[in-house]
């Protein structure tokens, strides 16, 4: 079963700044099946990127997705004060099959 | 505009049962793979299964962890998707989000139901 591990754990920046986050996988993953979404309190998550680097519909282009193999990046842009919230990354295994998700990171505000 | 809508969340004693549902609207649910996702409180997203449509014979898969217990069906007569859970475990206690599976990504999420196991 695929691992992912996502950094850091939390993340603590000011709005207007950009954002890095990071999810790893234990092994070489599809880069087609690999998601983030994002959560705020109280609500279910949302799908921001699918396929490692599209952004779902209607998502903002201050987020984009990159990587490749076991190494990808959600990258937010000039952060707006509605960013600041939990993001997960998550990956299909086609061969099992399911679904596995990282253990989020906590962006907040500094 | 798309609405997945569950309920049936409770209170249940550890080693019952309850049983979920999902109306879903807004999508063409019968062409559709169906997940459920829990989250316990304060933790992360946990795949529990998924249900595939009739072209691909209501193929269902379950996580490990409530293989066995849990069984997810669908009506799509009725645009609806169930979890019937059993021998629950307090450990499941979770918000229990219904979501639409396309294409190896859960793009449509209801605004879940809580079962708290005690």
């Known amino acids: 079963e695929i691992v992912l591990t996502q950094s850091p754990g939390t993340l603590s920046l000011s709005p207007g700044e950009r954002a890095t986050l990071s999810c790893r996988a234990s092994?070489?993953?599809?880069?087609?099946?690999l998601a983030w979404y994002q959560q705020k309190p109280g609500q279910a998550p949302r799908l921001l990127v699918y396929?490692?680097?599209s952004r779902a519909t209607g998502i903002p282009d201050r987020f984009s997705g990159s990587g490749s193999g076991t190494d990808f990046t959600l990258t937010i842009t000039r952060l707006e004060p509605e960013d600041f919230a939990v993001y997960y990354c998550?990956?299909?295994?086609?061969?099992?099959?399911?679904?596995?998700f990282g253990q989020g990171t906590k962006l907040e505000i500094k | 505009e798309v609405q997945l809508v569950e309920s049936g969340g409770g209170l249940v004693q550890p080693g019952g049962s309850l049983r979920l549902s999902c109306a879903a609207s807004?999508?063409?649910?019968?062409?559709?793979?169906m997940a459920w996702v829990r989250q316990a409180p304060g933790k992360g997203l946990e795949w529990v299964g998924r249900?595939?449509?009739?072209?691909?014979?209501?193929?269902?898969e379950y996580a490990a962890s409530v293989k066995g217990r849990f069984t997810i069906s669908r009506d799509d007569s009725k645009n609806s998707l169930f979890l019937q859970m059993n021998s629950l475990k307090i450990e499941d206690t979770a918000v229990y989000y219904c979501?639409?599976?396309?294409?190896?990504?859960?793009?449509?999420w209801g605004q879940g139901t809580l079962v708290t196991v005690s």
């Open positions: 979501a639409r599976e396309f294409y190896y990504k859960l793009d449509y």
């Open positions: 807004g999508i063409p649910f019968s062409d559709n793979y």
């Open positions: 249900i595939k449509n009739k072209g691909n014979s209501y193929t269902t």
């Open positions: 092994q070489s993953v599809t880069s087609s099946y």
């Open positions: 396929g490692a680097s």
């Open positions: 998550q990956h299909y295994d086609s061969s099992l099959p399911m679904y596995t």
